[in-house]
């Protein structure tokens, strides 16, 4: 069964720093393009980060220079590094397998809550 | 790179059938045949119900399809039942540079 598992989420202050994990299983995250997609509360979805299967990556310009998205192909894993994190970055994150602007699957998200 | 534009809301009665709007520009919806639509439950993931402007996944309802005009991709649900309540997100590839867009989103109402 191909699916994702996320974790990583919680409460951080403003200004710190989280580090995002998808967990994959049925697939090779390294043979696919894997994104990360937020969704703020009440708010609609937001495309936050790509990682293709060659190894480029592409943000959205609201966290270019503040998050980095990487793999780790021996644990078929995928990562969201968040640094300088504020308040408007508060969102349930998701991962998702990425066909070139179709998503599926998508994990079960994580919340993250920046917050003092 | 604004969000590509749907109504808020849309309803319906179980049996008929609607049509969700999705309108974007020629960067986006009208330069490539690469809209995707999402079915979002509250407190769930989102869900593909289709790719590539009209294809179903497997295992997605035929009463599902999807198409493009221009600028604008529409999602039209036929016999609507009450569970197809839920939020609806189109989706385009934008590019290289901006990589995909999404919609603001659309509640569908089943009355």
């Known amino acids: 069964e191909v699916q994702l598992v996320e974790t990583g989420g919680g409460l951080i202050q403003p200004g710190g720093s989280l580090r995002l994990s998808c967990a994959a299983s049925?697939?090779?995250?390294?043979?696919?393009?894997m994104s990360w997609v937020r969704q703020a509360p009440g708010k609609g979805l937001e495309w936050v980060s790509v990682?293709?299967?060659?190894?480029?990556?592409y943000y959205a310009d609201s966290v270019k220079g503040r998050f980095t998205i990487s793999r780790d192909n021996s644990k078929n894993t995928l990562y969201l590094q968040m640094n300088s994190l504020r308040a408007e970055d508060t969102a349930v994150y998701y991962c998702a397998r990425e066909g070139l602007g179709q998503f599926d699957p998508w994990g079960q998200g994580t919340l993250v809550t920046v917050s003092s | 790179q604004s969000a590509l534009t749907q109504p808020a809301s849309v309803s319906g009665s179980p049996g008929q059938s609607i049509t969700i709007s999705c309108t974007g520009t020629s960067s986006d919806v009208g330069s490539y045949n690469l809209v995707s639509w999402y079915q979002q439950h509250p407190g769930k993931a989102p869900k593909l119900m289709i790719y590539?402007?009209?294809k179903r996944p497997s295992g997605v309802s035929n009463r599902f399809s999807g198409s493009k005009s221009g600028n604008t991709a529409s999602l039209t649900i036929s016999g609507l039942q009450a569970e197809d309540e839920a939020d609806y997100y189109c989706c385009s590839y934008a590019g290289s540079s901006t990589h995909v867009v999404f919609g603001g989103g659309t509640k569908l109402t089943v009355l």
């Open positions: 990682i293709y299967s060659g190894g480029s990556t």
């Open positions: 049925g697939f090779t995250v390294s043979s696919n393009y």
């Open positions: 590539e402007v009209s």
